[in-house]
Structures are given as C-alpha cells and as structure tokens.
C-alpha cells in the first residue's frame, strides 16, 4: 500500500459544486502539502500544514480551504468548483526537521466542467 | 523572491544517447537545497536526488549524474545511454531552510523527455 494516500483518484465534476479530496498517510510525518499541477507550470503549493494547529497558504490558495483533521490527515476542498481549477493534485508529506524532501501521493485528477 | 527555471519545455532523443535536462534556479538564501524528481506517465512523483548548497561535489548514480556549479545557479540533470523507461517530465525543485518556512519546494516548469527506441 501506498505511504501517501489520495482519494478520489480521479473525479469530474460541475461548475458550482463542492469537491473534497482527501488525503492519508501512514508515514508518521507532521508536515504534509498540497500541490496542484497545470501543464507548463509545474507544481504550485496551495495549502500547507506544520502540525494539526497549523495551517499555511501556499501560493495560489484562491478558491482553496482545507482542514488537518489528524497527523495523518489532510483535506483540501473546492467549496464552489470551477474549470479553471481543472487540474491533478498531489498531496505530500515531509518530516520535521527536514530538508526539504517530500513525499507524494499517486494524484487525483480534477475535472470541473 | 525564489524561481526555478526549466527552459527545455520537450526533448526528445533516440535510446542511448546521452541527454542533459537544465535547470537554473534563483534564491536569496545562502542555504538551500536542490531537488529532482521525476514523473513518469503513471503520473506519481519519484524523488530522485537532493543536493545542499555547501555542497558542489558532481554525483553519479549510475546513468544518472548531476552537475551543480554554484556560480551559474544550475543544478544540471544529465541522463547517459538513455532509454524509452527514461519518458517521463523531469521538475528541478528548490527549497530553503528557513525556520518559518520549512520545507515548501519551488519547482520548475518541467521538462518532458521523450526517448524513442
């Protein structure tokens, strides 16, 4: 099984609704990241979290919340979805302290029409 | 302000040939660190290697090499005798340590390396 867990793997949805993707880990890491992925752009931070009390925008949280119900949970919402926030998301997770290194999901693909 | 730039958006090569993915980053931090991480078609992220800037030392793993030169800001990927496993987009990522900032990671564009048979 995967140490970093994302469900759902992929999901379409319309524009208006809300979304929730979540995420799992089994790696014991306090940290853990959302990224989202465009084609051409890389990966862009949208929310990050320290420890369960800390939550931190990244760089493109518009249109973005999410809740850290646990250490090994970390949940990003689309409260009213729309295409542009088409896209594949990734969670990750790092150790505290580190250096830099994440750990990734396997993704969830994103579609809003 | 931190940037990474991949300015090789596609590169495709027949296998066995030699191939080198760019990267130039920009930072203010005096410590930093560097990353590769690939993405092959199943679309995971694999970590590849991670590189402190105090330390310039080349690596090889295996057909894999890394050429970091401080005083260009790039931290190059270089694949020899490539082959059509090698297909996937390479991202050059940077992160800085940071007390307040932890481990966020700045990644490049990407790069997709396409090897033909």
């Known amino acids: 099984d995967a140490d970093v867990t994302q469900t759902p793997r992929n999901r379409i949805t319309k524009t208006g609704k809300r979304i929730m993707l979540e995420c799992s880990q089994t790696k014991g890491h306090d940290r853990m990241y959302w990224y989202r992925q465009d084609p051409g752009l890389g990966l862009q931070l949208i929310y990050y979290?320290?420890?369960?009390?800390?939550?931190n925008k990244g760089e493109i949280s518009d249109g973005y919340s999410v809740s850290r119900q646990a250490q090994a949970k970390f949940s990003l919402s689309l409260e009213s979805a729309i295409p542009n926030q088409t896209a594949l998301y990734f969670c990750?997770?790092?150790?505290?302290?580190?250096?830099?290194?994440?750990?990734f999901g396997e993704g969830s693909r994103l579609t809003v029409l | 302000a931190q940037k990474v730039t991949q300015a090789q958006t596609e590169i495709s090569v027949v296998e066995k040939e030699d191939v080198t993915l760019d990267c130039v980053y920009e930072t203010r931090d005096t410590t930093y660190y560097l990353f590769w991480y690939k993405q092959p078609p199943s679309g995971e992220l694999v970590f590849l290697i991670r590189r402190n800037s105090f330390d310039e030392q080349n690596e090889i793993s295996g057909r894999y090499s890394w050429n970091f030169q401080k005083s260009t800001s790039s931290f190059n990927f270089t694949i020899t005798a490539s082959q059509v496993v090698d297909s996937a987009v390479y991202f050059c990522?940077?992160?800085?340590?940071?007390?307040?900032?932890?481990?966020?990671?700045?990644f490049g564009e990407g790069t997709q390396l396409t090897v033909n048979p």
């Open positions: 990750a997770t790092s150790s505290a302290p580190n250096t830099g290194e994440l750990f």
């Open positions: 990522a940077l992160s800085f340590k940071r007390e307040t900032s932890g481990s966020r990671l700045t």
């Open positions: 979290s320290f420890d369960v009390k800390d939550i």
